[in-house]
Nanobody, 113 residues
Framework: QVQLVESGGGLVQAGGSLRLSCAAS?????MGWFRQAPGKEREFVAS???????SYADSAKGRFTISRDNAKNTVYLQMNSLKPEDTAVYYC??????????WGQGTLVTVSE
């Protein structure tokens, strides 16, 4: 079992930036971020594999950057040009294969007007 611990959420004004971090208790092949806004379903944001191949949702392209430090089993999500519609609970996810099987508790990101 791999434990995931997120950090870095908070309140930011529109146009600002935040950096989320997620530390895993063990090595994982695939790591990513999902988010869930109030009243909406959880949606994919970005993912990165051990070899650093990345994938982004259209809403994240050009504004968000996912990266990982394999030595620290940590994944990051740099979020720039934040919009109010980015407000959500952001969840870290990881898996020993391409499937996500482990989930963090979530960290709240609030973007004000």
């Amino acid at each position: 079992q791999v434990q995931l611990v997120e950090s870095g959420g908070g309140l930011v004004q529109a146009g600002g930036s935040l950096r989320l971090s997620c530390a895993a208790s063990g090595r994982t092949f695939n790591m990513g971020w999902f988010r869930q806004a109030p009243g909406k379903e959880r949606e994919f944001v970005a993912s990165i594999r051990w070899i650093r191949t990345t994938s982004y949702a259209d809403s994240a392209k050009g504004r968000f950057t996912i990266s990982r430090d394999n030595a620290k089993n940590t994944v990051y999500l740099q979020m720039n040009s934040l919009k109010p519609e980015d407000t959500a609970v952001y969840y870290c996810a990881a898996g020993r294969s391409s499937q996500f099987e482990y989930w963090g508790q979530g960290t709240l990101v609030t973007v004000s007007e």
